[in-house]
């Protein structure tokens, strides 16, 4: 098994989480972030004074997916929030041990499909 995390830009969150249901991806953790890559921040003018945003708002997507379907999920990913610009964000992919359900007690593949 594999998590895959994704940071994103905020408006594609919802294609992302579209095109991973539409391929059968069951669960997700979204999580609003904060970060900066190459892209830096930026400055903004508020209220007539300037000041710079070094932490841009990000959207953080998590799954668990059997090493089956890795490929497809990063390809998925990478095409719904790609926009071509600098700050599209990053895929990690992570290996994991185990995973148990709570309720049930299932581990494995079997606790995250």
Known sequence: MKKIEAI???FRLEAVRDALTAIGVQGMTITE???FGRQKG???LYRGAEYTVDFLPKMKI???VPDANVES???EIRRAAMTGKIGDGKILIIAV???IRIRTGEQGE???S
């Open 110 to 112: 079997a606790a995250v």
């Open 42 to 44: 930026h400055t903004e």
């Open 97 to 99: 041990e185990n995973a």
């Open 73 to 75: 999920v990063v390809a």
């Open 33 to 35: 972030v904060k970060g």
């Open 62 to 64: 998590e799954v668990v």
């Open 8 to 10: 994103i830009k905020p």
